[in-house]
């Protein structure tokens, strides 16, 4: 059994240990002091950013997600965006993947968004085959221009 819950002080040891686990996942390299600039927005009501953390059964963290509005002016609507979503290693297939994807997309009904989108690499294939049976993947191709 998989709960989801805001991310909270109470779990900035495990979300710091869970964050630094998704940049090394995606070999980022990530400092103290970036992930201490991204609990602060986590922690400021007035932040764009929210949070949650997925506990095992056993209330120890083992996922987090990170996600924020975006505007849709094509539509007039607001959509959600999922930034972040990790689940460490030994705790996949426990569902904490499909429980904080859902906890986002009901927070996103709750708001009156539009849609709930995300990105992943290409090559992330177990992550891709949990996407695929809860969402639609878009014809949509990505591009970045580095500042």
């Known amino acids: 059994m998989v709960t989801i819950v805001a991310v909270s002080p109470d779990y900035r040891e495990d979300w710091n240990r869970l964050y630094a686990g998704y940049a090394a996942f995606y070999k980022v390299e990530q400092t103290e002091t970036m992930r201490d ?17 997925a506990l095992d059964d056993a209330g120890k963290p083992i996922g987090l997600t990170h996600f924020r509005p975006f505007a849709r002016p094509l539509s007039a609507t607001i959509g959600g965006f999922l930034d972040d979503l990790f689940v460490d290693p030994d705790a996949r297939g426990s569902g904490a993947a499909n429980a904080l994807i859902a906890a986002v997309a009901d927070t ?40």
């Open 108 to 147: 996103g009904r709750a708001r009156g968004w539009s849609v709930i989108r995300w990105i992943t690499a290409e090559d992330n294939a177990r992550a891709r085959k949990v996407y695929d049976r809860l969402a639609t993947k878009t014809a949509w191709v990505t591009y970045d221009i580095k500042l």
């Open 37 to 53: 600039r991204v609990w602060g927005w986590l922690m400021d009501g007035a932040h764009e950013v929210n949070g949650f953390i």
